[in-house]
């Protein structure tokens, strides 16, 4: 039975590459093998899927420049809605299940009680817009799997914003960092390891289909996390030169953006952690390891 993983190159689809490979051929496709923002080589892609006819499919392939979207809403439609369409058409065509990751900006982030999947959406930027789109493509299509809403996606590889107070810590004396929007920080690496339990629970009827929210326990703001990683950071001996105490906190309207930010990014897991008999770890274990991992990287 062989698996497909799409965005092989990102966060989460770097992880799955790693924590997948107990469910045995892996094929792990880029963007260099398909463009998911052409419509011809996605059509090339529905193609390989009928011919390969995977058991799995696992989409980490997403726009993700959230500020950028606003600038580029058909960009981020033809990725994060058009491309899981055909893709999901695909899957259903040959049975396939498939793997899907969303996230918090579906919701229009008021309020401070955690979201569950039966909330309702109101996505208030662009790249929400085009990610709930392609939650409703993925549940119209009629294709097995699951779609897991995360929040706050931090790793050892590509773009974060762990990575990025890390080096800024190490080149500014004073920080100023958004206090009033509070979410939980989760790993690459645990959303792959949860995917692979997913898998393994939907392959045996003991978890159904649909939609989950998969972040880790806990919450913080965007500031809380930068003390605490760059605390970390500075523990481990990393050359910090901003100052304990000298990381302020700033509200949303401080800093505009673009996009407009949730400011309550919680999610409730207790679906998700129902069905796999799991609890998910607090999201300090995993920064600790981003953190260890960016430190040794250097
Ligand atoms: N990052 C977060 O904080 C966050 C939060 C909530 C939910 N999520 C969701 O979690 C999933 C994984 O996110 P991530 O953090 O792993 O994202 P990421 O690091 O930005 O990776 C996205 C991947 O998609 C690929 N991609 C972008 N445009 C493409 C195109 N036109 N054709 C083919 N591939 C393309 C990128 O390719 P290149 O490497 O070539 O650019 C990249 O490898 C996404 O569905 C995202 O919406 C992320």
Not at 132 to 160: D, K, M, P, Y
Not at 176 to 199: C, E, F, K, M, W
Not at 252 to 276: F, H, I, M, Q, V
Request: glycine share 8%.
């Amino acid at each position: 039975m062989s698996t497909m993983i799409l965005g092989r190159d990102g966060q989460v689809g770097h992880a799955l590459v790693d924590a997948l490979a107990p469910l045995g051929p892996l094929q792990t496709l880029s963007r260099a093998d398909y463009d998911l923002a052409d419509p011809d080589q996605r059509e090339s892609l529905a193609q390989r899927i009928a011919q390969d006819r995977p058991a799995l499919i696992v989409n980490a392939a997403a726009y993700t420049a959230v500020d950028r979207a606003e600038s580029e809403p058909g960009l981020a439609h033809q990725i994060n809605a058009e491309a899981v369409s055909v893709i999901a058409q695909a899957a259903q065509r040959v049975g396939a299940r498939l793997i899907h990751y969303s996230t918090d900006y579906v919701f229009d982030g008021s309020g401070t009680r955690p979201w569950r999947e039966s909330d309702p959406t109101a996505p208030q930027s662009v790249y929400g817009h085009s990610k709930r789109a392609g939650e409703e493509a993925f549940l119209a299509s009629g294709c097995r799997g699951a779609i897991f809403r995360t929040s706050w996606v931090h790793s050892i590889q590509g773009n974060n914003f762990v990575k990025t107070m890390l080096r800024l810590a190490q080149e500014r004396d004073r920080l100023s960092v958004v206090a009033d929007q509070i979410g939980a920080p989760t790993s690459a690496r645990l959303i792959a390891n949860v995917t692979l339990h997913a898998v393994r629970a939907l392959r045996a009827g003991v978890m159904s289909g649909g939609l989950y929210h998969l972040s880790a326990a806990g919450e913080t703001s965007w500031h809380g996390l930068a003390v605490y990683a760059i605390e970390r950071a500075r523990a481990a001996g990393a050359p910090i030169k901003v100052a304990a105490g000298q990381i302020q906190a700033i509200t949303t309207e401080d800093y505009p953006t673009a996009a407009k930010r949730p400011k309550n990014s919680r999610l409730d897991c207790r679906r998700l952690c129902d069905a796999l008999g799991v609890d998910l770890p607090d999201w300090q274990v995993d920064v600790d390891q981003t953190v260890n991992g960016i430190l040794v990287a250097r």
